[in-house]
C-alpha cells in the first residue's frame, strides 16, 4: 500500500498569501495517477488537479499542481477567501487507492 | 449536469446490514467506473471500493473485503454498495463517486453528497 504523508497538517495565512502544501509517498507514484482535492465543512470533496499538474473543469488558474516519483507540491498562487479548507492528495495508480491525511489551509 | 445522488443511509446495530444506492444522471453510466469512498466523523477520506464501467472488475479495501460488496445496474443508471456484518468502525459519510474513465486508474472527477451510516447499539 502507499502511504502519502502531508505537510504541514495546518496552514494558517492571510488571504492574498501563497500557500505551498506537500505530499511525500511512501514508493514512486507515476506522475498521471496523483490528484488534489479540496474539501470544505459539510461538503463533498472537490477535484482540483489530476496528473498531478492539470487542472479540472473550472479550476481557477491560482492553483497548480506539481512533482514527480515520491514528493509532489499544491501550490495556491493568491489565496482568496473561498480557498480556506481542507486539501487532501491522492494516488490512484496502484491498488488499494490512497488519500493523505489533508491539509488545512485556515486564515491567519 | 452530471449528478450523483445517494440514498439509503441510516442507523444500524454491530452485525447488522444496510444497502446503499447512487442514482447518477447527466453522463453515460455504463461508460465510467464507479466508486465509494467514506469519511468517518472529524477524519479523513477513505477509498472503500471500485467497479469497472461493466461491473467485470471489482476492488476492495482490506477494511471492507468480505463484508461489504459493490455492484451496478447499468440499465438503471445505478450504483450499488450491500454492507452485511457492519461495525461501529464503517460509521461514515459514503460518497459515490465517479471515475474519470473505465477502469481504476483514473481520478475521481464528480463526487455525490454523501449518505450517512451510523453503526451504533
Known amino acids: 500500500e502507499t502511504v502519502l504523508t502531508q505537510s504541514p497538517g495546518t496552514l494558517s495565512l492571510s488571504p492574498g498569501e501563497r500557500a505551498t502544501l506537500s505530499c511525500r509517498a511512501s514508493?514512486?507514484?507515476?506522475?498521471?495517477?496523483f490528484a488534489w482535492y479540496q474539501q470544505k465543512p459539510g461538503q463533498a470533496p472537490r477535484l482540483l488537479i489530476y496528473g498531478s499538474s492539470n487542472r479540472a473543469t473550472g479550476i481557477p488558474d491560482r492553483f497548480s499542481g506539481s512533482g514527480s516519483g515520491t514528493d509532489f507540491t499544491l501550490t495556491i498562487s493568491r489565496l482568496e477567501p473561498e480557498d480556506f479548507a481542507v486539501y487532501y492528495c491522492?494516488?490512484?495508480?496502484?491498488?488499494?487507492?490512497?488519500f493523505g491525511p489533508g491539509t488545512k489551509v485556515d486564515i491567519k | 449536469q452530471v449528478q450523483l445522488v445517494e440514498s439509503g443511509g441510516g442507523v444500524v446495530q454491530p452485525g447488522g446490514s444496510l444497502r446503499l444506492s447512487c442514482a447518477a444522471s447527466?453522463?453515460?453510466?455504463?461508460?465510467?467506473?464507479m466508486h465509494w469512498v467514506r469519511q468517518a466523523p472529524g477524519r479523513g477520506l477513505e477509498w472503500v471500493t471500485f467497479i469497472r464501467f461493466d461491473g467485470g472488475n471489482k476492488y476492495y479495501a482490506a477494511s471492507v473485503r468480505g463484508r461489504l460488496t459493490i455492484s451496478r445496474d447499468n440499465s438503471k443508471n445505478t450504483l450499488y454498495l450491500q454492507m452485511n456484518s457492519l461495525r461501529r468502525e464503517d460509521t461514515a459519510v459514503y460518497y459515490c463517486?465517479?471515475?474519470?474513465?473505465?477502469?481504476?486508474?483514473?481520478?475521481?472527477?464528480?463526487w455525490g453528497k454523501g449518505t450517512t451510516v451510523t453503526v451504533s447499539s
Open positions: 447527466g453522463f453515460t453510466f455504463s461508460d465510467y467506473g
Open positions: 463517486v465517479k471515475a474519470d474513465g473505465g477502469y481504476l486508474y483514473y481520478d475521481m472527477d464528480v
Open positions: 514508493q514512486s507514484v507515476g506522475s498521471s495517477y
Open positions: 491522492q494516488q490512484y495508480g496502484s491498488s488499494p487507492i490512497t
